[in-house]
């Protein structure tokens, strides 16, 4: 940021907003009047608040966030902080651990953790050994993605099962109980 615009002035939040309305606008593929038309607000209006020029009301940020389908949040998302964390595993690294759950136990890699107000992202490289034991099963916060490198399990998703195989790839919100079933395939 420039001195004239220092980080946390009305007008450094202003670009802020606006940049994120825009990004989010283009990645929807919308035009600024087809945003407009959604959101009841006029296409002056949008041009002004993505170029900065305008502080919007509440009322005007949450007719947006609704047509974008966002939640309001997602229109402040650059104006929390000035950083942002990354993680870089190199082939074969990550945090070695096991975890231990009566009598079930797994290892696994850590590849990956990040943790803000609104969310929670874990990446795993988890190694399963058929065992008479019944693996855990989790809820939390945040979003769990699994995909199968090799053999084959049973992972509880609520009330559904699914079968992974090499290849397959299940995403799916922490919220909902959660884990593997059972090993298939005996490693």
Do not use: W
Request: glycine share 8%.
């Amino acid at each position: 940021m420039s001195e004239r615009n220092p980080a946390g002035s009305d007008e450094s939040i202003d670009l802020a907003i606006g940049s994120a309305l825009r990004d989010l606008r283009q990645t929807r593929g919308l035009t600024a009047r087809q945003l407009a038309a959604n959101a009841n607000v006029s296409a002056a209006m949008i041009s002004r608040i993505e170029s900065g020029q305008v502080s919007p009301s509440i009322s005007t940020l949450s007719a947006l966030s609704g047509a974008l389908e966002v939640p309001l949040v997602s229109l402040f998302r650059e104006t929390a902080s000035g950083h942002a964390d990354f993680t870089h595993v190199k082939d074969g690294g990550g945090l070695l651990s096991t975890r231990m759950v009566d009598n079930h136990s797994h290892d696994f890699r850590e590849l990956a953790f990040h943790k803000r107000r609104d969310l929670q992202f874990e990446a795993r490289m988890v190694t399963l050994v058929r065992q008479s034991a019944r693996p855990p099963i989790y809820v939390a916060h945040g979003v769990v993605f699994v995909y199968a490198v090799e053999g084959e399990a049973v992972y509880l998703c609520g009330q559904r099962e699914f079968m992974l195989k090499p290849g397959d790839s299940l995403s799916l919100d922490a919220e909902l109980s959660h884990g593997f079933q059972r090993v298939i395939t005996p490693f």
